[in-house]
């Protein structure tokens, strides 16, 4: 699949394609990710390395076969692991946190073993450069609002960490709490009895009839 070949410059920025030291360091998969997302993020590609480590230092310790994913974070990250690995929130091997931590866990679901790895802020701090300020959000104005002063950023950002992601990141192996474990049970399907909607979740009523509505209707 040739996934680069499907982008313009409308979605990353042309400098990934020029530039050598990009070239045996961005993946189809990273490409993936920006188009999943329809746009350039450096989280794309930060976070598919943090994956590939996992897999790294899981190997000859436990088989990541029926993989699954905790993310720290509902920013970004979800959306790069979905393209990489195939967890989806729609399949149920993706669980989202919003903690906002830039951290995830990928483990298999059928014995819980995982690795967490996550972005280490000491070191972070004590390489410095671009990667820093993005990281910490120091950034400019310019580098929040122009998208290109923000691409060109984006760009330094992953020259940096793509020289040794390692030097940016922490690990450990973990296993994960029980409710994450095995297949998620099918559970039985209830009809509101006052707007005959079916749903599955807690409650004698629907949600909606419960008055926890996110919507009024419009007449
Ligand atoms: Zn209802």
Known sequence: MEIRLMLDNTIYPEELDKDDFFKDRLYEEDFLGFYFRRKFAPGVVIANRM??????????KFELEKIAVVCETDFCIPDALSAKLGVTVGNRYLKVLDWQIMGFTVYDYL??????????????????????????????????KDRKVRWKMGVEVLREFLKSPRDY???????????????????EVKECPKC?????????????????????VLS
């Open 111 to 144: 014995h819980g073993r995982g690795v967490r790895v996550w972005v280490d802020s000491e070191k972070v701090r004590k390489n410095g450069g671009v990667f820093e300020r993005w990281y910490f959000r120091k950034t400019t104005k310019a580098e929040r």
């Open 169 to 187: 990141l922490s690990w450990s192996l973990v296993k994960v709490a029980n409710w994450l474990i095995g297949k998620a049970p099918i559970k």
């Open 51 to 60: 994956a590939d480590i996992a897999f790294e230092e899981a190997r000859g």
């Open 196 to 216: 005959h909607i079916t749903y599955t979740c807690e409650g004698d009523v629907c949600p909606v009839c419960a008055g926890k509505g996110y919507f009024e």
